[in-house]
């Protein structure tokens, strides 16, 4: 042993001193670079004469299902300059004139502003004045006082050719402000880089940025282009093709044209959004160009709220929409089965209070089809009053009402389920036997966002399985199955079915397809009633799910359901309807393309 | 009892090898004076991050002096579960953790984040100590076992991707086997073999930006830009610090956020560009001396378990320190390794005070053995 112990001892002595010459070679290396500056860049650095430019990458661009582009990118000019060639007021002076012979307003002071908001280091480069034209590069270049030190830069900038159709859904780009620079400090952005703000251009910004190419030239005293010294190109982002279906898009915005609220119309079995509309909406170019913050203010201040996407941040009421999730969960519960019938008379009592049927009348003896089809209040009273409240909120988790959906878009609502403890905590009150009654109809202490609408309705017609709605395929996820009884979902499709073809959703039926539905009119405390319709087609295989919310649009039969019955038998006849139906023929092709997608970005 | 404990955690740290707590204390409050300079220009959070990273120093010493008491004797006998352990976590880690930046490494527990590669070192370490001492890798048989128990976590860091963290295993390995006796020509074989493979494992090993990294290492002209910007960066930060530096807070590379990632991985750019060739060296001295209390604090154990394991804390730091620094003046590839005790992170402080701690052990243990010899005698 005593061998193997001088060996050790040996054997450490050689390892220390290893570590301890390594360290004279890093010191060497640090003498090099920090006192005999022998190091290129820091000697160019030193003298002035090294410059950076940084060239931003062209965006991915952005098309729609059939390859309808829908962000595409344009070439301007910008012209840049260093901060220490324009050390000087003469200089600003100098080129400032230049700028306002040829038309373009900037004076001295504005340059100031710039050039302090952008200054990072002497050597790197800022850009002055952006957005110019060709023409307008021209003539300034052409100019004779145009100082040398500065040159032009062709960059890319944003261009949304659909504007205010799919504004809501695209969202637009900016320049990225204080507090994303530093969110987003390890992503190497820098100040004047555009990020996206908002709808599929933040949610897709990491795809979408592309990666920015750096030049390091060498300069001359007078701040002239010597030679290039390393330069690396700047790497487009990755195209997008969204589910989107601009031809289904342009129809449901045309629609809600002289309205304010949402339309949605998605895949039943995927999820895939073909259209996703609010209204009113705004033009996105100006913002991706640059306004005023007068402009801003014009657009963000209106009351009626343009930059709102109501199809995910809107919450309503979902009113009688709601009686198809409360038929089928009763129905699961064995609460009430086919046949049994409640008798309505126009209102129910329950502690004192009467809750009416929107028909003063009454229907008379209702099973749950009936009930569906002429929409009876009190026949969804009794229902929920055998539920309990506990019970339906149970299942309203299950079909994750008050949760996000998880579409692929920043900014969308969870909506409110709110239970007994969420009524103690907020009103600090007792949860009263009527808020379950005002509950089984989809009124009171319920809010859903159309989109989640419309997926219980995507559930109900595709056999129980719940989808994660999304605008790209690369966020498509497998639907979660709910296990929901066949014969049970059965029924409440041919309520559905009832209510379009003989009951009060019947001009959703008009238009050549098969529906299967129900309307909604949502108390609204501030004004006239909401209406809503959900339907799905064609009613005997389901392709297709839409919601209609209609702000004060008063009866959900007459405004909402024509407008989900046309865009259903629009997107049935539509060739781009044809093509889905091909992808998702076998289960999990989409999957599989989806696959092919990711293994594309990685 | 209790007052005898305490009296006997007195003692201890009566023993303690003052000189190697002090470099430490030193170079972990520069690392902090380094941070708030680097967290105060454009990221404006310089005051936070020294208050977290002197929260990490208190947690740190803490766990130096619980990992102390404890004593490297019962962490070396516990060694091969340990090991098994740790390898557990490194299997479930890529299930566990969230994606950051690319590469899953991060277990987030009770709101910290933990980083279970550096974790995986200490164990290594301890795992390695006691498997060399006991089946010395003199014969190549040996030798290859000792490869073997390397090899499982390296795979495992590779997978989540974390190529530094493999990096710095495999070298803490090399220097324990060769603290641990193993022929040299073992050793250069080995690495003769590596280098041979070098070209295919960056040819089809790597992925593309760790292949840009290396070949601009190789070749600076080819893309210096693109993967070296970050490397022209720090060369001016660090050159244009000059002999005596700008001063603190006075560096404008890292205030004008031009350095990436100030003060984590380019911390040593930061305090170059602001203390100069001086604070270099300074610098240097504080690790020499470390590395001198490390080793010396093994070399004098008659536990050749012990000798062993500083020859692994030692190889550790030096790694992360040559790579860290060799990294920001362009002599090694960008790896984003963080410079040990100076760069802002708690799961690496916190994993190099508790190797520490079992230094002190180590050392402690032989100075109270020569005390009571010396009485003795």
């Not at chain 2, 470099?23 to 690392?31: A, F, I, T």
Request: proline share 5%; hydrophobic share 45%; with cysteine.
């Amino acid at each position: 042993m005593p061998e193997i112990r001088d060996l050790l001892e040996k054997r450490l002595k050689i390892l220390l001193s290893c570590l301890l010459g390594s360290m004279l070679f890093l010191l060497a290396g640090l003498y090099y670079c920090q006192i005999y500056q022998g190091d290129k860049y820091v000697r160019l650095a030193y003298n002035n004469r090294l410059r950076l430019i940084r060239f931003t990458a062209p965006r991915g661009e952005i098309f729609d299902r059939n390859g309808v582009p829908l962000a595409v990118n344009e070439t301007t000019f910008s012209i840049m300059g260093y901060p220490m060639d324009l050390n000087t007021p003469e200089k600003l002076e100098k080129f400032s004139t230049v700028l306002i012979r040829h038309g373009i307003p900037m004076t001295v002071s504005n340059l100031e502003q710039i050039i302090k908001k952008q200054r990072q280091a002497p050597y790197r480069v800022m850009r002055l004045v952006p957005n110019l034209t060709m023409p307008q590069m021209a003539d300034l270049a052409a100019d004779a006082d145009f100082p040398l030190e500065l040159f032009p830069l062709s960059v890319w900038r944003r261009t949304y050719p659909a504007g205010a159709m799919a504004a809501n859904v695209l969202g637009y780009v900016a320049e990225i402000s204080e507090e994303e620079l530093k969110a987003h400090a390890e992503n190497g952005y820098l100040g004047g880089d555009l990020i996206g703000k908002a709808g599929i251009e933040r949610s897709y910004e990491k795809f979408l940025r592309g990666e920015a190419g750096e030049e390091a030239i060498e300069v001359d005293a007078r701040g002239r282009r010597v030679r290039t010294l390393d330069s690396h190109p700047a790497i487009k982002g990755e195209d997008l093709h969204l589910t989107l279906d601009m031809g289904v898009q342009k129809q449901a915005g045309e629609l809600l044209k002289n309205y304010r609220g949402a339309l949605v119309a998605m895949d039943v079995r995927t999820g895939a959004i073909l259209a996703l509309a609010s209204s009113p909406t705004y033009d996105n170019n100006p913002l991706a160009w640059g306004v005023s913050g007068q402009e801003w203010r014009r657009i963000a201040e209106n009351p009626s709220r343009p930059m709102m996407n109501r199809a995910i941040s809107g919450i309503y009421p979902p009113a009688s929409t709601f009686k198809a999730f409360m038929s089928i969960s009763a129905l699961e519960e064995d609460v009430i089965t086919s046949s049994t019938t409640f008798n309505c008379a126009g209102a129910l009592r329950v502690a004192n209070r009467s809750f009416r049927c929107w028909r003063h009348s009454g229907h008379g003896p209702e099973n749950v089809l009936t009930a569906l089809q002429h929409s009876c209040d009190v026949f969804f009273y009794q229902v929920g009053l055998r539920m309990g409240i506990e019970r339906l909120i149970k299942w309203g988790r299950r079909f994750q009402l008050g949760q996000l959906t998880g579409v692929d878009l920043p900014g969308e609502q969870p909506g409110v389920i709110a239970g007994p403890e969420w009524k103690q905590r907020r009103f600090r009150e007792s949860w009263y036997q009527g808020d379950t009654v005002n509950y089984s109809i989809g009124q009171g202490y319920i809010l859903m966002t159309p989109l989640q609408i419309a997926r219980v309705y995507a559930a109900i017609a595709n056999g129980g399985k719940l989808v994660t709605p999304h605008l790209c395929a690369l966020s498509y996820q497998k639907p979660r199955d709910l296990h929901l009884t066949p014969e049970k979902l059965a029924l409440v499709q041919k309520g559905l079915e009832y209510v379009v073809s003989r009951g009060t959703g019947s001009r959703a039926g008009r238009f050549g397809v098969t529906v299967a539905g129900k309307t909604g009119t949502a108390q609204n405390a501030h004004g006239p009633d909401h209406a809503l319709f959900v339907g799905y087609a064609p009613a005997e295989a389901p392709r297709y799910v839409a919601a209609a919310v209609i702000e004060a649009g008063e009866h959900g039969s007459s405004v909402a359901s024509p407008m989900v019955g046309a865009l259903l038998a629009n997107m049935l006849s539509h060739p781009a309807g044809q093509d889905q139906e091909k992808m998702v023929t076998e289960d999990g092709s989409t999957t599989k393309q989806n696959e092919d997608v990711s293994k594309a970005h990685h | 009892m209790e007052s005898q404990s305490i009296s006997l955690i007195k003692e201890d740290i009566a023993f303690l090898d003052r000189p190697m707590i002090g470099c430490v204390l030193v170079l972990v409050l520069w690392g902090i004076v380094c941070i708030y300079s680097a967290g105060a220009g454009s990221l404006g959070q310089g005051g936070e991050l020294a208050v977290k990273q002197t929260l990490w120093l208190f947690l740190g010493c803490l766990a130096l002096i619980v990992v102390m008491i404890a004593g490297h004797n019962r962490l070396l006998d516990a060694a091969y579960f340990i090991y098994g352990l740790t390898l557990l976590i490194l299997l479930f880690t890529p299930f566990l953790a969230p994606k950051v930046k690319g590469a899953q490494s991060w277990i987030p527990i009770a709101g910290f984040r933990f980083q279970p590669s550096e974790l995986a070192k200490i164990s290594l370490i301890l795992m390695m100590s006691k498997f060399l001492s006991r089946y010395p890798p003199l014969t190549f048989r040996t030798f290859l076992a000792g490869l073997g128990v390397m090899a499982v976590p390296v795979l495992l860091v590779l997978l989540q991707p974390d190529a530094g963290s493999a990096l710095v295993y495999v070298v803490i390995s090399l220097g324990m086997l060769l603290a641990a006796g193993a022929p040299l020509r073992y050793l250069g074989g080995l690495i003769g073999a590596g280098a041979a493979f070098l070209p295919f494992v960056i040819l089809f090993g790597l992925r593309e930006y760790q292949r840009m990294r290396l070949l601009v290492f190789i070749d600076p002209m080819r893309d210096p830009l693109g993967a070296g910007y970050n490397v022209i960066q720090s060369r001016i930060a660090v050159g244009s610090g000059g002999f005596w530096g700008k001063g603190f807070m006075m560096g404008m590379q890292s205030k004008l956020r031009f350095l990436p990632e100030p003060h984590t991985d380019f911390i040593f750019s930061v305090c170059s560009e602001e203390f100069g060739f001086v604070g270099d060296v300074l610098l240097l001295i504080l690790f020499a001396v470390l590395f001198c209390r490390i080793i010396g604090a093994g070399a004098r154990s008659r536990d050749p378990r012990c000798r062993i394991f500083v020859a692994g804390v030692a190889m550790w730091i030096w790694v992360q320190m040559f790579e860290s620094i060799g990294m920001s003046i362009g002599l090694m590839p960008v790896t984003g390794l963080p410079l040990p005790f100076l760069s802002y992170g708690g799961s690496a402080l916190l994993s190099l005070f508790i190797v520490l701690g079992l230094v002190e052990s180590i050392y402690i243990e032989n100075n109270k053995f020569r005390s009571v010899i010396h009485a003795l005698s």
